[in-house]
């Protein structure tokens, strides 16, 4: 069975800083992988996602994400984080032969911004 | 505006209540599903539709029921409301490319 592993349950960065957030997968071979943000009491949003092809994947609000079939891993970055960035963060993973049906989520990362 | 709408957004039952949430949606998906997100565990599939009248589980089915008899609406049952079904509820429909679009939750807390 597919799973996510997010190491990270709490973030906090400055203002202004750059950001990476973690993301490994188990899985046979190459899935389908998103990254999607939740604000609070909102439901979730899709930041982006990688189905095949260019491993670094650009997104919405200036986030983008690199997969590394090596290291299995799918992690998210933005190059200088604005306190509007502060939410949950949720890596996701579905099988590309059974596509939608099992959609399988990371635990979470919270990110907290400081002024 | 187009999306998926879920009623009620906040619920309080007793222990063995039963309960519909409610989950619509204007866009002509095909796949329609149920999530429940509980701290720390992210969110976990309840149940799957792919179309009206296909319905299966997902990873954590026990205690709710659904049924899909048109494509806009994907209703979510609690039989006998139990505490550890406190949690958050989101539906989710999917385009064809894989952007699934979420609903904003309910909230259920069993007391």
């Known amino acids: 069975a597919q799973s996510v592993t997010q190491p990270d349950i709490h973030i906090t960065v400055s203002e202004g800083a750059s950001l990476e957030l973690r993301c490994n997968y188990s899985?046979?071979?190459?899935?389908?992988l998103f990254w999607y943000v939740q604000s609070p009491g909102q439901g979730l949003q899709l930041l982006l996602k990688y189905f095949s092809g260019d491993t670094l994947v650009q997104g919405i609000k200036g986030f983008e994400a690199e997969f590394k079939r090596s290291q299995s891993s799918f992690n998210l970055r933005k190059p200088s984080v604005h306190w509007s960035d502060a939410a949950e963060y949720f890596c996701?993973?579905?099988?590309?032969?059974?596509?939608?049906?099992?959609?399988?989520f990371g635990g979470g990362t919270r990110l907290m911004v400081k002024p | 505006n187009a999306g998926v709408t879920q009623t009620p957004k906040f619920q309080v039952l007793k222990t063995g209540q039963s309960m519909t949430l409610q989950c619509a949606q204007d866009?002509?998906?095909?796949?329609m599903s149920w999530y429940r997100q509980d701290p720390g565990m992210g969110l976990r599939l309840i149940h799957y539709s792919v179309g009206a009248g296909i319905t299966d589980q997902g990873e954590v089915p026990n205690g709710y029921n659904v049924s899909r008899s048109t494509t806009e609406d994907f209703p979510l049952r609690l039989l006998s409301a139990a505490p550890s079904q406190t949690s958050v509820y989101f539906c989710?429909?999917?385009?064809?490319?894989?952007?699934?679009?979420f609903g904003s939750g309910t909230r259920l807390t069993v007391v």
């Open positions: 996701a993973v579905d099988d590309p032969y059974n596509a939608g049906n099992m959609l399988t």
């Open positions: 989710a429909s999917m385009e064809g490319n894989y952007g699934y679009t």
């Open positions: 899985y046979g071979a190459t899935p389908y």
């Open positions: 866009m002509n998906h095909e796949y």
